[in-house]
């Protein structure tokens, strides 16, 4: 099968989360200006950009009627927001709050979530996360339908069950991918040996 990107409009999206597998969660937490806290999750993701500053990014698509989604607006507002590790103990949680519902609702009471506050920004974190980031807006840029947010880590927290000899042991990051439609990857670390070092 060969495909012109240009032919295929209707289908890319399909296509390339079908493709590009799998992908991290960006579960970004924010708070509006009114204090009404938001947590949804994010496939178009890309955590690290850069590591000198920490710089990550997510993508949101825009509502069908131009207006940005709540997180994005939330960050545009407060130039602030929160990544939380999606694990497979939070994956039907995570999922949950990818539904579509008003601005005044809160994620974290919609799925039964206990949050707390951030040290360094005025953001909620998912308290049972094993790892959060605070972020303050870098900066954002439109490309299609899509608000892309850069954000400058300010703090991480990780839990100490995921450290062995005081650094993260990634055979303990118990963390979830997204493949396509309801479909999500649980980590499965494997070594490769690398002779040619």
């Given amino acids: 099968m060969d495909i012109d990107p240009d032919e295929a409009v209707d289908d890319m999206y399909r296509l390339l989360t079908s493709i590009i597998v799998p992908r991290p969660i960006g579960w970004v937490s924010t708070r509006s200006a009114a204090g009404v806290d938001n947590l949804a999750p994010y496939s178009f993701y890309m955590g690290i950009i850069e590591a000198e500053p920490p710089v990550l990014m997510f993508s949101a698509e825009d509502r069908a009627e131009g207006i940005q989604k709540d997180s994005t607006q939330n960050v545009l507002e407060t130039e602030a927001f929160g990544l939380n590790l999606v694990t497979t103990d939070l994956v039907d949680q995570m999922d949950r709050t990818s539904q579509g519902v008003d601005g005044d609702t809160d994620e974290f ?56 000899d005081g650094k993260i042991d990634i055979r303990k990051v118990d963390a979830v991918g997204r493949l396509t439609g309801s479909y999500y990857a649980e980590l499965e670390p494997f070594q490769v040996e690398r002779d040619w070092q």
């Fill in 109 to 164: 009471d919609l799925v039964g979530l206990e949050r707390r506050e951030a040290d360094t920004v005025d953001v909620p974190l998912v308290a049972a996360a094993k790892a959060t980031m605070e972020c303050t807006l870098h900066d954002t840029i439109s490309i299609g339908d899509h608000t892309v947010v850069f954000g400058r880590i300010e703090r991480i927290h990780v839990d100490d069950a995921l450290l062995t």
